[in-house]
């Protein structure tokens, strides 16, 4: 059995909806650290927060496209942005990248985006998907639901193994060790270790020992 086709993981009972992130397949994802919280050991800011290397990834890959990518042409997102992808799916991304002749001013409001967009960029997975599922299948199952919806190119960057995954509906989906060079949209081409290393920042090598 497929991950895409495996059985749906088990969820929690009364959990507050604000630990909640989002809704795949009619299902809720918590921040990962939600028992903590109603054990008072931690306060939500604590668990929902970027930790200082997502949020410097974050800040640059929107730097760059912002930089590189025609202005007045796309919107350029980054936060946890809300997607309505379908009636049992609510997702929240990283960074978001649509096209403004979707997505005009006069139809910005305070809800979830209802228009797929052009690119999708994720960040880890700081989440914990039911009380079974892993996170394989928390993300094919997001990765796919967001393809299905029209998004044109979903990219993952994974700090613990130093990976990136590159999925779109027409090719076979990639992974990677994100010293490759890659395509995010329109020419704009990222490569995660030459940027940290520029920034001096050093990673523990995958695998290594603590």
């Known amino acids: 059995m497929s991950i895409l086709a495996s059985p749906i993981p088990s969820t929690p009972i009364d959990i ?10 009619g299902y809720p994802v918590y921040y990962k650290g939600y028992r903590d919280v109603l054990k008072q050991i931690k306060t939500p800011p604590e668990i929902m927060a970027d930790g200082l290397l997502q949020a410097i990834i ?12 025609q ?22 991304h990283d960074l978001m990248v649509i096209d403004k002749r979707k997505l005009p001013p006069s139809e910005i409001n305070n809800r979830y985006a209802r228009v797929p967009a052009d690119l999708v ?26 393809l299905d919806f029209g998004v044109g190119k979903v ?19 990639s992974i990677s060790a994100w ?22 920042i050093v990673l523990d090598n ?3 020992n603590p």
């Open 206 to 208: 995958p695998g290594e």
């Open 121 to 146: 960029i994720e960040i880890d997975t700081e989440v914990e998907f039911g009380t079974t599922g892993n996170m394989e299948q928390y993300v094919q199952r997001k990765t796919q639901n967001a």
């Open 155 to 173: 990219v993952w960057f994974f700090t613990e193994t130093q990976k990136v995954m590159v999925a779109t509906s027409n090719t076979d989906w």
């Open 71 to 92: 202005p007045n042409q796309y919107w350029v997102l980054a936060g946890e942005v809300g997607a309505h992808v379908s009636h049992k799916n609510n997702m929240a």
């Open 16 to 25: 507050p909806d604000y630990l909640i992130k989002e809704v795949i397949d």
């Open 58 to 69: 974050k800040s640059w890959l929107q730097s760059l496209l912002i930089r590189q990518l």
């Open 179 to 200: 010293n490759k060079t890659i395509d995010l949209l329109d020419g704009v081409q990222a490569n995660m270790a030459e940027y940290l290393t520029s920034e001096s």
